[in-house]
C-alpha cells in the first residue's frame, strides 16, 4: 500500500513537473489586463522564459505590439504576458531577467506581449535568441526558469 501511494505521488509530481516546463506558444497579442506580479524570495518574479521570433515570418505572430514593428532576434528583446504587460505600460522599458540554472542577469526591453488569452501561460518572459545567448543557455532547451524584475 505505501509503495502504491509513493508510486502515485511520484507520477502526480512528474505530471505537474511537466505542465509547467511545457512550451507556450507567443501569438497576436493586442489584450490589456492589470499586471499581476509575484515576487519570490531571490528579489524577482518567478517566471519561465521561452525563446521567441520577433522577425517578420517567424513563430512569434505579428509586429511588436509596442511599436509595430518587427525587431531583430539579435538584440535583447522581451515579450511579457499579458498581466505582467500591464496594457502597455512596460513598453520599451527595461526588464532584468536571471537564469535559475546558472544565475547570470541581462537586461532586456520590453517590446511586445505574449497574449495569455490566445495561447501564452501567465508566467512568460518569451525573449529574442539574444537573450538566451548572453544567459549561456541553449535555446534547443525551449523552456527555462528565471526571475524577472523592472531593471
Given at each position: 500500500m505505501a509503495r502504491a501511494k509513493l508510486a502515485f505521488l511520484a507520477a502526480a509530481a512528474a505530471a505537474v513537473l511537466?505542465?509547467?516546463?511545457?512550451?507556450?506558444?507567443?501569438?497576436?497579442?493586442?489584450?490589456?489586463?492589470?499586471?499581476?506580479?509575484?515576487?519570490?524570495?531571490?528579489?524577482?518574479?518567478?517566471?519561465?522564459?521561452?525563446?521567441?521570433?520577433?522577425?517578420?515570418?517567424?513563430?512569434?505572430?505579428?509586429?511588436?505590439?509596442?511599436?509595430?514593428?518587427?525587431?531583430?532576434?539579435?538584440?535583447?528583446?522581451?515579450?511579457?504576458?499579458?498581466?505582467?504587460?500591464a496594457g502597455g505600460r512596460r513598453c520599451h522599458k527595461p526588464i532584468r531577467i536571471t537564469s535559475a540554472h546558472n544565475g547570470r542577469s541581462v537586461v532586456a526591453r520590453v517590446v511586445d506581449e505574449c497574449d495569455s488569452r490566445h495561447g501564452c501561460r501567465t508566467n512568460v518572459v518569451d525573449t529574442s535568441k539574444a537573450v538566451w545567448d548572453a544567459l549561456g543557455l541553449d535555446t534547443n532547451v525551449g523552456v527555462v526558469p528565471v526571475t524577472w524584475s523592472d531593471a
Open positions: 511537466l505542465l509547467l516546463l511545457a512550451p507556450s506558444r507567443a501569438v497576436a497579442r493586442h489584450h490589456h489586463r492589470a499586471p499581476a506580479v509575484s515576487p519570490n524570495k531571490g528579489g524577482g518574479t518567478r517566471a519561465v522564459m521561452t525563446v521567441n521570433g520577433f522577425e517578420k515570418g517567424q513563430e512569434g505572430g505579428g509586429p511588436a505590439a509596442c511599436d509595430g514593428h518587427y525587431h531583430s532576434n539579435g538584440d535583447l528583446i522581451a515579450a511579457l504576458s499579458t498581466g505582467w504587460f
